[in-house]
């Protein structure tokens, strides 16, 4: 979370740091990206960034919270629209993505956001992105098969995760390769 300071500075500095912030972890994998560069795009003192956030880490943390939050939203609609079937469900979030991040070449923050966790350990996919869809805050955690029908996969719950994870995987790599060789929705979807 960024330091209070954040909150203090207006609306439109605050926009255009995490716009410039969000082009460099999009063009730049995670270790290239330097306080130093987000500073001198922004045009602000490199004291100014420790006074709105601890590091880069916490500052990509925040602009993918952000993100992940918005998908969620969105996500827990298109569970109940899928009527529970897990693989319309990911093309109807794959077709989402694909309208939100292929335009504005977004999709490296994905590959980034992966990359951080893994990096840092200090959380998973499964803990970042899928989880967070299995959690009602409201009614407790629920089970994935509660959300979908997953009786027709015969898989244990943890069988399910795995296929979860491994389907963002190969999302995220798609959209990568879409990005790279300028595909088409309808040609990347099938």
Known sequence: ????????????KQEMFLNVAIE???????EQVSVNSIVKKAGIA?????????????????????????RLIY???????????FFVFIKTM????????????RYSLFRNYIYFLQLNKNGSIKDSIIMPLGFDKNNGERGYSTIFDTSKYRLEE??????????ILIVIN??????ADNLSKDKIIK
């Open 24 to 30: 460099e972890f999009t063009t730049k994998s995670f």
């Open 46 to 70: 490199r004291g100014s960034f420790y006074t709105y956030f601890e590091n880069k880490e916490e500052l990509f943390n925040y602009i993918f919270k952000e993100i992940r939050e918005e």
């Open 75 to 85: 996500a827990k609609k298109v569970i109940i629209d899928s009527n529970r079937d």
């Open 174 to 179: 798609t959209f990568l390769k879409s990005e």
């Open 1 to 12: 979370m960024p330091k209070d300071m954040f909150s203090h500075i207006p609306f439109e």
């Open 94 to 105: 794959f077709s989402y993505d694909f309208d939100n991040f292929f335009t504005k070449n």
């Open 158 to 167: 943890d069988e399910f995760f795995d296929l979860i994870e491994m389907t």
